[in-house]
């Protein structure tokens, strides 16, 4: 997945869609190319982002990163809740979304997952304390955009903005900041960026800043959970690569090395020995 750091005035959301959600979720995982968010302002729910489980009722804000895999199971069928699906800044509109894609085939459309540049990153789920201003809001940016009005996509975005500052304003308010992300959160963000850049040269410290945390924090939490340093799982999910190639192709070390992150064939040697017992070579003939 993609990230950006942005400064908060850079926020320029653009709304693309805004709906009200039907009685049933969806229990099955799903992906989106863009930003949802959902606002529950009557009802009872439940959903899984990533490997993050919340329990939800009035007042809850959900807000699903581009790419992430999330399930919604709806415990109430008189729930009222509205959605919003938002870039957080202007992308232009060449090639429509399809919303019906759950394989995200145009990978060139999944949105980059936001931080700010203090290292905030939006919480999945938040439950708003001001429920009442925030149900105004939300109902508001919906009769905006189904009316259609003139100058409507500008109404909506001053909303949104609103919305964002409360939810940036509550977390800042309540609780120092890397407590409002899980430890699983932190560990399936690491994974995630270590599954999808190992073939290059990746650092601890640009890993936890994709996490919004500092190095330190980083690791720590990572071993706790995993048991390993996120480097040694960096290597060790680069060596179960490598080993993978060495099994089914005729490809040279050197060249397999260097297609799963290695800029030295000395060191892969070495570890992939530490890794299998036997050197690259060795484990070709096996």
Request: with cysteine; hydrophobic share 35%.
């Given at each position: 997945?993609?990230?950006?750091?942005?400064?908060?005035?850079?926020?320029?959301p653009?709304?693309?869609?805004?709906?009200?959600?039907?009685s049933t979720?969806?229990?099955?995982?799903?992906?989106?190319?863009?930003y949802?968010m959902?606002?529950f302002?009557?009802?009872?729910?439940?959903i899984e982002?990533?490997?993050?489980k919340?329990m939800l009722?009035s007042?809850?804000?959900?807000?699903?990163?581009?790419?992430?895999p999330?399930?919604?199971?709806i415990m109430?069928?008189?729930?009222?809740i509205?959605w919003v699906?938002?870039?957080?800044?202007?992308v232009?509109?060449?090639?429509?979304?399809?919303?019906?894609d759950?394989?995200?085939?145009?990978?060139h459309?999944?949105?980059?997952?936001?931080f700010?540049?203090?290292?905030?990153t939006?919480?999945?789920?938040i439950?708003?304390?001001?429920?009442?201003?925030?149900s105004?809001n939300f109902q508001e940016?919906?009769?905006?955009?189904?009316q259609?009005?003139?100058f409507?996509?500008?109404?909506?975005?001053?909303?949104?903005?609103?919305?964002i500052y409360?939810?940036?304003?509550?977390?800042?308010?309540?609780?120092?900041?890397p407590?409002?992300l899980?430890?699983e959160r932190?560990?399936?963000?690491?994974?995630q960026?270590i599954y999808?850049y190992?073939q290059h040269k990746?650092?601890?410290?640009?890993?936890?800043?994709?996490?919004g945390?500092?190095?330190?924090?980083?690791?720590r939490?990572?071993?706790?959970?995993t048991?390993?340093?996120?480097?040694q799982?960096?290597n060790n999910?680069?060596l179960?690569?490598?080993?993978?190639?060495?099994?089914?192709?005729?490809?040279?070390?050197?060249?397999i090395?260097?297609?799963?992150?290695?800029t030295?064939?000395?060191?892969?040697?070495r570890?992939?020995?530490?890794?299998?017992?036997?050197?690259p070579r060795?484990?070709?003939t096996?």
């Open positions: 997945m993609r990230k950006i750091n942005i400064d908060s005035n850079e926020i320029n653009f709304i693309r869609r805004a709906g009200l959600q039907g979720g969806w229990p099955y995982t799903r992906k989106l190319y863009d949802e959902l606002y302002i009557k009802g009872k729910g439940k982002i990533a490997s993050e919340s009722s007042g809850s804000v959900l807000l699903i990163p581009p790419n992430t999330s399930k919604l199971f109430d069928k008189n729930s009222y509205i699906h938002f870039d957080f800044f202007y232009s509109e060449e090639e429509e979304i399809d919303y019906y759950m394989y995200l085939k145009q990978q459309l999944i949105r980059p997952k936001v700010l540049n203090n290292g905030f939006f919480p999945y789920h439950v708003i304390n001001d429920s009442e201003k925030m105004s940016l919906l009769s905006c955009y189904q259609h009005s003139l409507w996509q500008l109404r909506c975005k001053s909303i949104l903005l609103e919305i409360s939810i940036i304003n509550q977390v800042y308010t309540e609780e120092s900041y407590n409002v899980s430890k932190i560990v399936y963000d690491i994974r960026y999808q190992y990746l650092t601890l410290g640009e890993i936890a800043n994709y996490a945390i500092s190095n330190n924090y980083a690791n939490i990572f071993k706790e959970m048991g390993e340093t996120i480097i799982h960096l999910y680069r179960k690569k490598a080993a993978r190639i060495i099994e089914n192709s005729n490809l040279t070390i050197e060249h090395a260097e297609s799963v992150g290695f030295n064939t000395y060191y892969f040697s570890m992939m020995k530490k890794y299998t017992g036997k050197s060795q484990y070709r096996k």
